[in-house]
């Protein structure tokens, strides 16, 4: 028989987390994780272009169980947690995201010290690569120490893992450390409730049993609308009220 774990997939500069770790997508409702990790509320936090550039954390979340049952449909009426409306909610919970790796799809921008690598179906539209001219701008003209302190940290802080960042010369991806955990992202600029933010390499396993590309940050659709489910696509913004990135 084949071992089904053994085929899993991680993405260049990723870690899994100990195999305690992982979500099981249900087919027709929530997310079960397991290994109890902490999830707690994290709100983002604009500098003074009015975009998102650092986080805060709130609410811990806590449960006593084993399985922790998240919402995936956004029709709960207990926020992060499951209560059930999925079975009544006008919702399609078909996942729709492909398992490619994501740098298969990825574009790069290249400069002289650093590559940064777009793969936008990721996009959670977090809007941290908005800031000081763009991320894409950062990486191409990045040289002073300083100007690859801001690409790192405009590339690093996307929850979604839709931009990674190398260093050309060292050969080195730079990605933030994280304990497995996970963030209930909240955007009160944009006034909306934002995606599961999974940290630290926790496997993510699709309802028909196969494993997603271990990846140290992705989010996870939590309003039920994503076309790439059970990843986040933005869909949880109204894309009519602001200029979308490149
Ligand atoms: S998935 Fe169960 S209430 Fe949303």
Request: aromatic residues 10%; contains cysteine; positive net charge.
């Amino acid at each position: 028989m084949i071992n089904r774990l053994e085929k899993i997939v991680k993405e260049t500069g990723s870690k899994q987390a100990p195999e305690e770790f992982y979500i099981k997508v249900s087919a027709q409702g929530p997310y079960l994780v397991y290994g109890n990790p902490p999830i707690v509320q994290e709100t983002f936090v604009p500098n003074k272009e009015g975009l998102p550039w650092e986080y805060c954390q709130g609410l811990k979340f806590d449960y006593t169980t084993k399985v922790a049952a998240l919402c995936r449909c956004g029709a709960s009426k207990k926020h992060p947690f499951c209560d059930g409306s999925h079975k009544e909610a006008d919702w399609n919970p078909e996942e729709t995201s492909d398992k490619r790796p994501i740098l298969e799809d990825s574009k790069e921008y290249k400069g002289p010290n650093l590559v940064l690598s777009d793969n936008r179906k990721f996009c959670a539209l977090a809007r941290f690569c908005d800031s000081h001219g763009t991320a894409w701008k950062l990486a191409k003209k990045a040289q002073t120490e300083e100007e690859k302190e801001l690409a790192r940290h405009s590339a690093g802080y996307c929850p979604a893992g839709r931009l990674l960042l190398y260093d050309r010369e060292k050969q080195e991806v730079y990605e933030p450390e994280f304990k497995p955990s996970i963030g209930v992202l909240e955007d009160p600029t944009l006034k909306v409730s934002g995606p599961l933010w999974v940290k630290g390499g926790i496997r993510i396993e699709s309802a028909d049993g196969e494993s997603y590309e271990i990846r140290n940050r992705v989010t996870l659709c939590r309003c039920g609308k994503s076309r790439n489910k059970p990843f986040c696509d933005g869909a949880h913004v109204d894309k009519s009220r602001f200029a979308l990135p490149q």
